[in-house]
């Protein structure tokens, strides 16, 4: 499986809190091992998210991506109210 971060995934992570950018990194690894980990709460979204899945990155933040023959494409991370408005 490849990884491959979107440039405005890559902006929003950059201005992430520290906290919240460590937390990604630790999700990322236990995705990286098993996407479907329970942890990761990996679910398919709705409305115009309806092409990509989530994973839970803390109780607020998710990070938002799509698989392409086995590539990975994170597009977004933020909040759940900023994702879904």
Do not use: C, Q
Request: aromatic share 14%.
């Amino acid at each position: 499986m490849r990884i491959i971060f979107h440039a405005s995934f890559k902006k929003k992570y950059k201005k992430l809190p520290s906290a919240i950018r460590k937390k990604y990194d630790e999700k990322l690894h236990v995705f990286i091992k098993n996407p479907l980990d329970p942890v990761l709460n990996n679910h398919a979204l709705h409305g115009k998210w309806k092409e990509y899945r989530s994973i839970n990155v803390t109780g607020d933040f998710r990070a938002v991506f799509e698989i392409l023959e086995n590539i990975v494409y994170f597009v977004d991370i933020n909040t759940h109210s900023n994702l879904y408005k």
